[in-house]
C-alpha cells in the first residue's frame, strides 16, 4: 500500500496513540465512540493556498455546514511540509470573522459614506472606468497607456496570470507587476 505523507502520519499518530493508548488498560471501543465526536468529524476536507504571502503555502481546510471549522498546514505540500507561519496559521480568523467584508463597496464621488453594490453593477463600474481612463491617456504613437498598472498575486496559477497578460496587454498597459517575489 502507498501511502501519502499526510496520510502516513495520520496512520501512524492513530496506531501509535491507539496501541499506547491499550496498554495502558483504556477501553478502545469507548475512545473510538469518543473519536466520532471529534471536532472535524463529518467535516468535509479541501486543500487551498495561504494568500498572504508569495510563499504559497498549502492548506487543508476542514468545512462542516458551510463553516470552516479547522485549518492547518498540508504536510503533502511540497512548499511548506504541512508548516504554517504564525500569519498562515492565522487565516482560520478571516472566513469567519465578521468583519469580513462580503459583498463590493462604493463610494459615490463627495459622499462620506459606502454603499454595498452587486458584483454586476461593481464589475460593469471598473470596466466603464477602466474605459475612460484608457480614452483620455491613450498615446498613439507608444499605442498604449502609461495611467494604468496590473497587479498579480501568488494565488494566480499560470494559466490566469498568461491570461491577466493578455488582457493588460490587449488594454495598452505596459506596467505589470506580481507580488509573488522569492
Ligand atoms: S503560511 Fe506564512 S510563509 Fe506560508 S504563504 Fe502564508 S504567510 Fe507566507
Redesign the pocket.
Known amino acids: 500500500m502507498k501511502l501519502k505523507r499526510r496520510e502516513f502520519l495520520k496512520l501512524a499518530g492513530a496506531t501509535g496513540a491507539g496501541l499506547a493508548l491499550s496498554q495502558l488498560g483504556f477501553n478502545m471501543r469507548s475512545l473510538e465512540a469518543a473519536s466520532k465526536e471529534c471536532r472535524i468529524h463529518g467535516a468535509r476536507e479541501y486543500t487551498s493556498?495561504?494568500?498572504?504571502?508569495?510563499?504559497?503555502?498549502g492548506?487543508i481546510c476542514h468545512v462542516k455546514d458551510g463553516k470552516l471549522i479547522n485549518l492547518e498546514?498540508d504536510s503533502d505540500h511540497i512548499?511548506?511540509e504541512g508548516?504554517?507561519?504564525?500569519?498562515?496559521?492565522a487565516?482560520y480568523e478571516v472566513p469567519n470573522s465578521d468583519q469580513r467584508v462580503k459583498t463590493p463597496l462604493y463610494r459615490a464621488p463627495g459622499s462620506d459614506r459606502w454603499e454595498e453594490i452587486s458584483w454586476e453593477t461593481a464589475i460593469e463600474k471598473v470596466a466603464q472606468k477602466i474605459k475612460q481612463v484608457r480614452d483620455e491617456t491613450w498615446i498613439d504613437e507608444l499605442h498604449s497607456t502609461d495611467a494604468m498598472s496590473f497587479i498579480g498575486g501568488?494565488q494566480n496559477n499560470n494559466e490566469e496570470c498568461y491570461l491577466f497578460t493578455k488582457m493588460a496587454r490587449a488594454f495598452g498597459v505596459t506596467f505589470l507587476e506580481h507580488q509573488a517575489r522569492v
Open positions: 493556498i495561504c494568500n498572504f504571502c508569495s510563499c504559497g503555502c492548506m498546514g512548499i511548506n508548516a504554517l507561519c504564525s500569519k498562515g496559521a487565516m501568488a
